[in-house]
């Protein structure tokens, strides 16, 4: 079930020896004053600041080690490559251990203290004040580069003495920032690697709705849509989910990994079981391949039967029913009904519930127009961490719809929004960016923005682009390049591609503006996403 990342060799010094560090060539502390080991093995992984596993590209950092007296040997695949660890006592000193970690190249040397679940660390980072110390004491430590060498025990000893006299002693409170989870028992590992591996797999491809996904750290909790599943990496992750032994929330992104890559009868074969233990997702993913008839005849009234049958136990299911009714799947919409599956479902903490009800409240479908509620409810849904919450309250905050017009607590919610991959939020922060709205101007962080939005297929982004590119703003600039993407965009129907493109036969071409974007005001009138149906499965 190992299906972790290693970061190095050293996975300790990949997460912590990353700015300032104390080193020799050779290990000097003698082997004699290590403590015994505490464990025939160990496996330690690290946890990041915000307490997730993952660190922003979705990477996971594992150590095995086996004990050979007091010395640990570094498990790894490559047999070329060796590393131990040996814990010392760090005596009188405000930590517990001195860790001395041992290379091919180097050995590095660490603070650490214990945790209720394994180890914090610290680098032992030398001030131009701790070396004025050390010289007084006839110690001068090699610096190269950012690190510093010792080659004996005495300096050494003396050089971890002063930094920990200036950056510990009297200091209340100092922060042991890199934390690392220990297990030493089979069982332990078994368990510890079992959490890894589930953020690992909901990481690439859990469900936004799922519970298990929301409390996920960062920006691993909005979960990934289906079209963003990379099916490929998602099955490396989620391939134990095929074991019976697998949380459910892992069973169920399987499913997903493999409707992703059109296998069609492994995805039922998991919903079926998964529907079996009452797994609320299950049906909506069952309705919907029914409603649509993927994999499995076309049956609409079954897809809604299901979905009335689970709404009442399961809100995800009443959300989604709310759904596929507003977009017509089971005939002519009925919107007091959506509105009332959507209620049922905000009621029951569903963000993307509150969302649809603050669209229909916004345009006032099924009910009376009320902007100001649409936004109270969208900042809700954001409130939650719902990344279109974010793109909505974004949305309302910068054309001041149900709410006062404020450009920078718009960008933040819109950059929120972004990072999560919603193709309006891109374009609608990157034009922002263009122009320094609410946020410091940057033509290049423009451009990455409008070209991820551009490639999702939002032409006033396509537009946005081509103008910028025409014209050498945030990059080099290619008249021919950018022209063709005016004219794609307009082709494609954009009307501020074909404003753009009538002024390229202007004299002189007239600067940014601070215009606003018309083609995204106009779009407010959309019930959802661009693909309605992404966040059912």
């Known amino acids: 079930m190992r299906r972790v990342f290693i970061g190095c060799v050293l996975f300790l010094c990949s997460a912590v020896l990353t700015g300032c560090e104390l080193t020799s060539s050779r290990p000097l502390l003698d082997p004699s004053d290590a403590v015994p080991a505490f464990g025939d093995q160990f496996l330690a992984v690290g946890l990041e600041q915000d307490g997730?596993?993952?660190?922003?590209?979705?990477?996971?950092?594992?150590?095995?080690?086996?004990?050979?007296?007091?010395?640990?040997?570094?498990?790894?695949?490559?047999?070329?490559?060796?590393?131990t660890i040996r814990f010392y006592p760090a005596g009188e000193l405000p930590f517990d251990y001195v860790l001395e970690l041992a290379g091919p190249q180097k050995t590095s040397y660490v603070a650490a203290r214990t945790t209720e679940t394994g180890l914090a660390v610290l680098n032992i980072s030398l001030t131009d004040a701790m070396l004025a110390t050390l010289k007084q004491r006839g110690i001068a430590p090699t610096k190269k580069g950012m690190v510093y060498e010792v080659e004996s025990r005495g300096a050494l000893t003396e050089t971890i003495r002063a930094w920990a006299e200036a950056a510990l002693v009297g200091q209340a409170d100092v922060a042991f920032p890199y934390r690392f989870v220990i297990a030493t028992t089979e069982q332990a590992k078994a368990a510890l690697m079992a959490s890894v591996n589930t953020e690992l797999c909901l990481s690439r491809a859990g469900h936004p709705l799922d519970p298990a996904v929301k409390r996920l750290k960062g920006k691993f909790a909005h979960g990934v849509t289906l079209d963003r599943i990379d099916a490929a990496a998602a099955m490396e992750a989620c391939g134990w989910g095929a074991t019976s032994d697998a949380p459910a929330s892992v069973r169920y992104a399987l499913a997903r990994v493999h409707f992703r890559a059109g296998d069609y009868e492994k995805t039922h074969a998991l919903t079926d079981a998964l529907m079996a233990e009452d797994f609320g997702l299950a049906y909506v993913m069952r309705a919907d391949l029914l409603a649509r008839g993927i994999?499995?005849?076309?049956?609409?009234?079954?897809?809604?039967?299901?979905?009335?049958?689970?709404?009442?136990?399961?809100?995800?299911?009443?959300?989604?029913?709310?759904?596929?009714?507003?977009?017509?799947?089971?005939?002519?919409?009925?919107?007091?009904?959506?509105?009332?599956?959507y209620e049922q479902a905000a009621e029951a903490g569903i963000a993307p519930a509150r969302v649809g009800l603050g669209l229909l409240y916004r345009n006032g479908t099924g009910v009376e127009k009320d902007e100001v509620r649409a936004y109270r409810l969208f900042q809700a849904a954001a409130a939650s961490g719902d990344a279109q919450g974010h793109m909505e309250a974004g949305r309302a905050l910068y054309f001041g719809i149900g709410t006062k017009q404020d450009y920078d607590s718009a960008f933040g919610h819109l950059k929120i929004a972004a990072d999560a991959g919603i193709a309006?939020?891109?374009?609608?922060?990157?034009?922002?960016?263009?122009?320094?709205?609410?946020?410091?101007?940057?033509?290049?962080?423009?451009?990455?923005?409008?070209?991820?939005?551009?490639?999702?297929?939002?032409?006033?982004?396509?537009?946005?682009l081509g103008w910028m590119t025409y014209q050498g703003l945030g990059a080099t600039a290619d008249r021919a390049k950018g022209r063709r993407l005016l004219e794609e965009a307009a082709g494609e129907g954009s009307t501020i591609?074909?404003?753009?493109?009538?002024?390229?036969?202007?004299?002189?071409?007239?600067?940014?503006?601070?215009?606003?974007?018309?083609?995204?005001?106009?779009?407010?009138?959309?019930?959802?996403?661009?693909?309605?149906?992404?966040?059912?499965?």
């Open 52 to 83: 997730g596993f993952l660190n922003q590209k979705g990477e996971a950092a594992t150590l095995t080690a086996r004990a050979d007296g007091a010395t640990y040997q570094i498990v790894l695949d490559d047999p070329d490559e060796k590393g």
């Open 497 to 537: 591609a074909k404003e753009y493109l009538a002024l390229l036969d202007k004299p002189s071409l007239p600067a940014m503006g601070s215009n606003v974007p018309s083609e995204v005001q106009a779009d407010v009138t959309r019930l959802s996403g661009d693909q309605p149906f992404q966040l059912n499965r």
């Open 295 to 341: 994999g499995v005849a076309e049956d609409k009234a079954a897809a809604r039967g299901l979905l009335e049958k689970a709404a009442p136990r399961h809100p995800a299911a009443a959300y989604t029913l709310g759904l596929l009714t507003a977009y017509g799947q089971f005939g002519e919409p009925d919107f007091t009904a959506v509105r009332r599956y």
């Open 424 to 464: 309006d939020a891109q374009y609608i922060a990157g034009f922002m960016r263009a122009r320094g709205q609410g946020t410091e101007k940057s033509e290049r962080a423009a451009i990455e923005l409008l070209t991820r939005a551009s490639d999702a297929g939002v032409l006033a982004a396509k537009a946005e």
